[in-house]
């Protein structure tokens, strides 16, 4: 709790953000209606009392309507300026979207550390790695573009075969990356040519106030439109409508659930869905202890553990467990916790705040069921954060082995088998990644074998992650569905689609004049430097 002369002058809040308008059809229309206060967790008086950083719109099922109705108007029915503009065209807009992006660094990391309680350095990173996904999607798209530039032919049929958009998208992001993994959504369903409506998550909200300027001058009307409010009152009316192509969601399963079932036509909807894991680490007897610490403070507690790729189940051979507790315990409790930009900060305010109250439930069940804190400060409460546990030894009948905590809490179950955590996998809803600790080659060639079928993403000696963003990001069973990286997603918003036509002299003749015309944006072989 830090009083506001400790604070570094260039983080305090001097001033409120108070969110009057929102971005539809090309315009940032004046919000006049009823608000709903943004506040942080991180304190800014001596004495511990929220930080109120000011409020945003709470939209109805009108605006929703207005926002979707830009959105299809501006594909119009597939005539849209947007969706037949050339590939480099819309190249240029999204790069001039990003420079102007750039310039909001600074604003954009400071209400990243307010609103969600992510460190000054992972708030940089965040801001940056979002930069550096949006340059290399453009990179990728143009050899995309490239590879596309030619024509095929069998059977005496030539095809030209490219990417077309898919239509109306709904982008839904989540709140522990609410730049980085919405943007991650957004650009690429942006430049394959759809239509936009984007509703930013309920934490890190105001952070996309800095950039709507930059939406609505570096793209034409109605491409991307930006409401605020709740997603059950904004994106359901949206999704009834069955005017949406496809529905782009970080988040819970459980809310994709719902409104994928809230379209008449679900056979027609495109899911691009990042959803929950229970991503697990296997420790095996012969690892190198060290490194299996160090891998899994980081991959337990990065960001207190808000993050879909955090280790959220530690499973340690019985040879070697007492010695894993022993030094895993004790880096926990040597964690630095402060605000967001004191210096060597790894642990930070929750910015939920009823989480630590829902950590401490999950605490007491374990306990209740005979799970041991093994680390001293393990779940020591304060108003905003609850110092994270090494619980020991988690059952199965544990809330905190089913649920996805998604914060600072550690559950450690031993094994004699591998059969054992392997078995847990397989029957578990989620199948994400793994971590795998161990070095002798033929115990663990058996193990990646298996473990590649039942996750998408096998970590060996490593803690799981998401990047590098070149990578493919997707998961199994009800932690994803498509694929979300930068090669990847580009065809996730997007479908394959071509003229094809028989080699005779009246199509020859005809293609070659269409090819010297250039009046086609589909139809060309131009190549894109």
Known sequence: MQNTKEIPENFQITEQIHQRHYLVNGDLKEWKGNVTEVISTISSTKDYRHTVLGSIPDMGEKEASEALNAAVTAFGKGQGVWPTMKVKDRIECIASFVKKMERKREEVVKLLMWEIGKSLPDSYKEFDRTVEYIYDTLEDYKQLDRDSAKFQKNDGVYAHIRRGPLGIVLCLGPYNYPLNETFALLIPAIIMGNTTIFKPAKHGVLLITHLLEAFQSSFPKGVVNIIFG?????????MKTGKVDVLALIGNSKSANALQDQHPKSNRLRLVLGLEAKNPAIILPDADLELTVDECIAGTLSFNGQRCTALKVVYVHEDVKQ??????????DALKFGNPWDDGVKLTPLPEPGKPAYIKELLDDAKAKGAKIKNKKGGKQSENYIWPAVLYPVTKDMRVYKEEQFGPIIPVVPFKKIEEPLD?????????????FGKDVYTLSPLIDTLANLVCRVNLNSSCQRGPDVYPFTGRKDSAQSTLSVHDALRSFSIRTFVAFKDNELNNETIEQLLEAKVSNFLSTDYIL
């Not at 010695?323 to 926990?332: A, D, G, P």
């Not at 847990?424 to 795998?436: P, R």
Request: hydrophobic share 40%; no cysteine; charged share 30%.
């Open 323 to 332: 010695e894993f507790l022993k030094r895993f315990s004790e880096k926990v």
């Open 230 to 238: 709740r997603g059950r009152v904004v994106a359901a009316p949206i």
């Open 424 to 436: 847990d996998m397989a029957e578990s809803n989620y199948g994400q990644q793994v971590s795998l």
